[in-house]
């Protein structure tokens, strides 16, 4: 099973160890019960292997941890931010940056200077936080992404791809000026972590160009996403991951990132402006200034910009790439020798499990995502999350619920944090949970619900008959 498969080695050695423990099968049941079957209250010290997020929870380095100490904490003009914003500049090859708290920070100071009511932004797909503040911004969010994305069996090397026709058409039939804001999320989180290709970002920028629409890119995952489109696409093989950056970047007029991804750290976020000339520059220090601190810590201890300053070095570096995406790699070749789908070929943070496969049986108002997240914590104390019907939620208007495109359990990996062993315990357990699912005769229920963003909060039982 799988063991056969390519696994490429890490990259590092460790040198501090956090111990986990896995509670007995009993002691599971009963904690994701007290839990409402939710896997947000689960208290950490709960879980044994935690795929619930790549974001925030990854291992920093010997050398991030030696930085944190020349951590500046002056107010403004801190050295630290200066390392952070060499770091910046260098790599993206933008005039401005500037930190914020994390990625959906970045998006409140930025989007409500691009956006006024009444108007749209349009992505390849929108992140929640991201499309929650382009409707805080008073506009609407419309995903326009490859269609090829929604078949999870469909294996295509760039399925996080903007649907460039899908895009014209809508500016045909909204007008130019009604688009606030293009939106490249790169890697496309929503679609499965899946890569853009460099051509897309070209065409897609060229379709803004030519309208005069911003272009915005949503960068939490550009390190994977470079590494992909060096893999993929023929153009570029020869070219080094920061040039990739460098060019995919170019394309664009703004960036909003959440560090807490490929530049391994705990927390941060980053605004990046290409032309410091813009009158953004003045708008969007202005807003950091009101919500997240000065334009020097954003929000942040001086420590964190200095954890980020090497960070994002470490998560641009080839040889650590191709481990990480080798552990996604390594995972779905286990899942593919026993017929587990997911969205095919893997993308770069996690491996989306197709749950409406799995659990053919259930529809999806009794959540096939949920039974399978319930299955895997109660068999190995794995926690992970649904993106699916349940956290899409209900239609606004009239109250019934919402059908996803795609019933996914993504199981997330953090960098730097779990090895090859961890990885063959997952597969077990959903080995073990794909024996018996033909045997579930019925799905989940909400027995209550918050009246937005429910999927963090909402409480849910089994149906019994
Ligand atoms: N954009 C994308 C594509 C994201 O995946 C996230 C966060 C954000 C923006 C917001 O960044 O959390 O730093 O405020 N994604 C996390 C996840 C939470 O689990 O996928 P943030």
């Keep these: 099973m799988g063991r056969e498969s390519k696994y490429v080695a890490e990259p590092f050695r460790i040198k501090m160890v956090e111990t986990i423990s896995v509670l007995s099968r009993e002691e599971r049941e009963r904690k994701i019960a007290e839990a409402h079957f939710n896997p947000f209250y689960l208290r950490a010290e709960d879980v044994y292997i935690d795929l619930m997020t790549d974001s925030g929870t990854n291992a920093m380095s010997a050398a991030q941890w030696s930085a944190l100490i020349q951590g500046d904490e002056a107010y403004a003009g801190a050295r630290s931010f200066f390392k952070f914003e060499a770091a910046g500049k260098d790599i993206f090859g933008y005039d401005f940056i500037m930190p914020v708290h994390q990625g959906r920070a970045a998006e409140k100071v930025l989007f409500s200077l691009l956006l006024s009511k009444g108007q749209y932004a349009v992505s390849n797909m929108f992140f929640d936080t991201t499309r929650a503040h382009v409707e805080l911004a008073g506009a609407r969010a419309i995903d326009c992404v490859t269609p090829e994305a929604k078949d999870p069996q469909i294996r295509a090397p760039f399925k996080g791809n903007m649907d460039v026709a899908c895009l014209e058409a809508l500016i045909a039939k909204l007008g130019a000026r009604q688009i606030g804001m293009v939106n490249m999320t790169i890697t496309n989180n929503s679609a499965g972590g899946q890569p853009v290709s460099l051509d897309n970002i070209r065409s897609v920028a060229g379709v803004c160009k030519k309208h005069g629409i911003h272009l915005n890119i949503d960068a939490a995952r550009f390190a994977e996403n470079a590494y992909f489109v060096k893999q993929r696409e023929p153009a570029c093989q020869d070219m080094t991951i920061k040039q990739i950056i460098r060019e995919m970047f170019s394309f664009a007029d703004t960036f909003t990132m959440s560090a807490k991804k490929d530049a391994i750290v705990n927390i941060g976020g980053i605004v990046g402006i290409n032309d410091g000339s ?182 849910l039982s089994a149906i019994e008959k």
């Design 278 to 459: 813009s009158d953004l520059v003045i708008k969007s220090k202005a807003n950091c200034i009101s919500y997240e601190g000065f334009t020097t810590y954003g929000g942040l201890a001086g420590r964190d910009l200095e954890a980020i300053a090497v960070g994002l070095y470490e998560g641009i570096d080839e040889e650590f790439l191709s481990y990480r995406i080798g552990q996604m790699e390594y995972l779905a070749a286990c899942f593919d020798e026993e017929e587990v789908v997911y969205q095919a070929p893997v993308g770069g943070h996690g491996v989306f499990v197709d749950a409406a496969a799995m659990f053919p049986q259930i529809p999806y108002d009794e959540f096939p995502g949920m039974v399978l997240g319930t299955e895997l914590y109660k068999e190995a104390g794995i926690r992970a999350t649904e993106i699916g019907s349940y956290m899409l939620g209900n239609d606004p208007d009239t109250g019934k619920q919402l059908k996803s495109e795609f019933e996914f359990l993504r199981l997330a990996i953090p960098r730097r944090v779990y090895t090859r062993s961890h990885l063959d315990v997952v597969v077990e357990a959903m080995l073990s949970v794909k024996k018996r699912a033909p045997q579930f005769k019925r799905g989940m229920r909400i027995t209550w619900e918050p009246p937005i963003l429910r999927h963090f909060q909402a409480h």
